[in-house]
């Protein structure tokens, strides 16, 4: 009975079981060799005002453990007195960052907008740079040309001053560009003596055009002022023939004196054959036939044309325009008829607005190249008639002679 009363024998908190194996342990209790006293030698007694021996397997104190925090089992047996631990405290283990003395970080800390070290400055100085070199190289093309050089001067002017102030500004370390800089001075410079040679040059051939033409044809007042004179006194001593008092228009002689010029032409002139061609500046005009006593063939023509107050001649011409732009028929020159006494009568004299040519009443346009025949009257006295020439003059170049056809 006492010994049904008693409980079973197990494992005791005192120490490991005889029974079990080595390094094993028993129920409510750790293993002796997690007890820190029992690793004393043996012969020496504890002194409780010293702080136990580490366990094995524990690391040294003063070092934070890392990891999992250990569990200890609590100690039967020893009150381990509150004893300030010795090394480092252990205060929540804080994670310093932990200064790299030595190795500076170079680059860092740089004020926001400033370059780094090392890197080549840009800015408004490389632009002004690229714009002195590339307004050089412009420059240099076109200064070459002589009546456009001046296009090259001025811009080899502009590229070498800002050349200039792109140099300036590289050295103070605003920018780069130096090179392109100093490029476009250079060829700036080179630029602008090119130009003025080749304006100089412009100058120099429109000085010798000017030249020759005023050799060509030169003005004298003297000579001017007695041809004016001449002209003048051959007004005061031409006589007009009188018009028939029959006449209802009451016409008038038309008839006036050649001028000193084409009166000299005339007393020269070798008359063209009928047929013939003339060369002038505009045209090719050709008097192909001349009628003296016109009056009944222009009566015919239209009924609504007046009586002459003299006498009609009608005159066939045909023209050829050679010219680049379109012209009126007849244009460029003027036709006139003159007599043996050179009294010149222009196509005004005649009242008669109907012809019997085709395009004697309407004159069309001309084309380059293209030809047209057309008819000319003149209201001529009778007396004045025989002998007649028709002059054709150039008026777009007044150095070329009058053309005569003498009437047959």
Known sequence: ADTAAQPPAGPTTDGPSADAPTGAWTLGAPAAASDPYAQQPSGQEHDPTQPPPPPQGYPAQGHPQQ????????????????????GYPQQGYPQAGYPQAGYPQAGYGTPYGQPYAGTAPSGPSSVLAIVSLVVAVLAILSAWVPFI????????????????VARRRARTG???????????????????????????????????????????WTFDPEEFEAELDADEHAREEFDPVPAPESDELEREDSGMPLVATDSEAYATHSPLALGEPATLSLATVTVTAIDLDADEEIAAADEYNPAPAFGYVLVDIESRYDGDEFVRVGGGYDVQLVTTDEIAYRPTSCYASNLPGDLAFELPDMRPG???AYQVCFDVPAERVDGAS??????EDFDTPPAFWAAE
């Open 370 to 372: 293209e030809s047209a």
């Open 174 to 216: 605003q920018a780069g560009g130096t090179g392109m800089a100093l490029a476009g001075i250079i060829v700036g410079a080179v630029a602008i003596l090119i130009g003025i040679a080749s304006t100089a040059f412009a100058f120099w051939v429109i000085d010798e055009a000017g030249s020759a033409t005023s050799a060509e």
């Open 67 to 86: 990891g999992y925090p250990q569990q200890g089992y609590p100690q039967p047996g020893y009150a381990q007195p509150a004893q300030p631990q010795q």
């Open 149 to 164: 050089g001046i296009l090259g001067l001025i811009g080899g002017i502009v590229a070498v001053v800002v050349g200039i």
């Open 390 to 395: 028709i002059m054709v003059i150039d008026y």
